[in-house]
């Protein structure tokens, strides 16, 4: 997709901005505070029918204000453009999605429509942070790309819940775990293994991209890998039926320790990414900007990823990577964005983001002061 036109209306502190963008990088420049990655934020809308890191719509619309409008010409991979409004009310809490004039039924149904790929300082815990953040980043890649997989992980959180309140309770009452145990271990194996088949599919499916993008920005001889950590006996390549035995078998040999714990101990929920530089875990042992530089190609391995399998390049949201960037790599990470694809970028200073660039329309660079845009002289 492509976004062309974006007109954004009382959205955090843009009270009336309309931006045009190129078809290939489009830089958003401007001091700390002056409303870069609210533009992005607004992009993301459209993407997600909400914002990526905001709890709330009412924490988005313009203080002061009521009611968020944002208005985007998409053009997609034959060249048809569609008109998408989103509007949100911050009294009311109402939304509303319309593309080409029609509403539709409910917001959610635009996700997957205008993918994104999007990198956000929020998201170093990818890399640095805990277990929890990076099964998000899976899940949130994989809701984007699968219809079954949202279905499946919400139908999983609430068997997940019925089967740990099981085991707390006989837990708590010194009692054996009751007789529904067994039925609700049952459904857990089954949409925990269709879970597990999608995760590992997508970590194999990145892998070699990943690896590749990594080398390119740091140099060949920097060896990155990603793998998914999952309950022991399951291996990447399994069909889902031998992936629901192993975890059945899993989730069998550690019933005294989930009774003691009064919890599930294994299952989707309980796993993990793990990414490696030259063999050495990147979330202990990789420096500011070796984390960021993962980042940056697990990111582009994702572009890669949505592209194949919604048949529609995602546009790529990069905010404020150069800060922890060296020259070498920042200028590598434009060299491989001028490439092709649609991005947009953020930086308080032209000169972090390294290597020329033709500011010529496909590539464009805009001004951002105050909750204004204005495009750059050329
Ligand atoms: N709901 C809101 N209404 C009005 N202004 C808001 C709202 N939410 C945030 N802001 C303002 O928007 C500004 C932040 O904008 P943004 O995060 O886009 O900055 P930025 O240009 O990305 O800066 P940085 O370079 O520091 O990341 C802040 O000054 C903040 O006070
Ligand atoms: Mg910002």
């Known amino acids: ?32 505070g002056q409303g870069k990655t609210n533009v ?7 993407s997600l029918s909400k914002s990526f890191y ?32 989103i509007t949100a009310d911050a009294l009311s809490g109402e939304k509303s999605v319309q593309v080409n004039r029609s509403e539709l039924d409910r917001v959610s149904s635009l996700i997957g429509m205008f993918p994104a790929v999007i990198l956000s300082p929020e998201q170093g815990g990818i890399v ?16 984007q790309t699968s219809r079954t997989y949202l279905a499946d ?6 068997v997940l819940r019925q089967r740990n309140r099981l085991l707390l309770d006989a837990r708590l009452n010194g009692t054996a775990p009751s007789r529904e145990l067994p039925a609700w271990t049952e459904e857990l194996v089954r949409l925990g293994s269709r879970l597990i088949h999608k995760r590992a599919l997508f970590v194999e499916g990145v892998r070699e991209a ?39 078998d899993a989730v069998e040999k550690r019933a005294a320790e989930e009774r003691r714990r009064g919890a599930t101990v294994v299952g989707p929920h309980r796993d993990d990414l793990s990414f490696a530089i030259n063999g050495l875990a990147a979330e202990r042992y990789a420096s500011q900007g070796e984390q960021k530089t993962v980042l940056i190609a697990l ?33 590598r990470v434009m060299e491989r964005l ?27 660079r805009i001004i951002v002061e105050s909750g204004t845009c204005r495009e750059a002289p050329v």
């Open 54 to 85: 905001a709890a709330s719509d009412a924490q988005v619309v313009m203080l002061g204000h009521n009611m968020l409008e944002i208005q985007a010409a998409i053009a997609d991979a034959a060249g048809r453009v569609s008109d998408v409004r």
């Open 210 to 248: 990943f690896t590749s993008a990594y080398g390119f920005l740091a140099g060949a001889s920097a060896d990155a890998t990603v793998r998914y950590m999952t309950a022991e006996g399951i291996e990447e390549h399994m069909a889902v039926e031998v992936i629901a035995q192993q975890l059945h």
């Open 338 to 364: 001028q490439k092709g694809g649609q991005c947009v970028i953020t930086a308080t200073d032209e000169s972090l983001i390294g290597g020329r660039v033709q500011w010529d329309g496909e590539h464009r």
């Open 1 to 32: 997709m492509q976004v062309r036109t974006l007109r954004l209306r009382e959205f955090r502190n843009h009270l009336d901005s309309h931006l045009q963008f190129g078809t290939g990088i489009t830089l958003l420049l401007g001091d700390n």
């Open 128 to 143: 640095a942070g805990g277990p929890a953040e990076r099964r998000k980043f899976l899940d949130l890649v994989l809701c």
């Open 40 to 46: 992005l934020e607004a992009i993301s809308y459209l």
């Open 299 to 331: 990111k582009l391995s994702e572009y890669d990823y949505v592209t194949m399998r919604c048949g529609e390049t995602p546009i790529l949201l990069l905010d404020d990577i150069f800060a922890e960037l060296d020259r070498h790599r920042a200028a």
């Open 153 to 158: 992980i919400l139908e999983y959180r609430r």
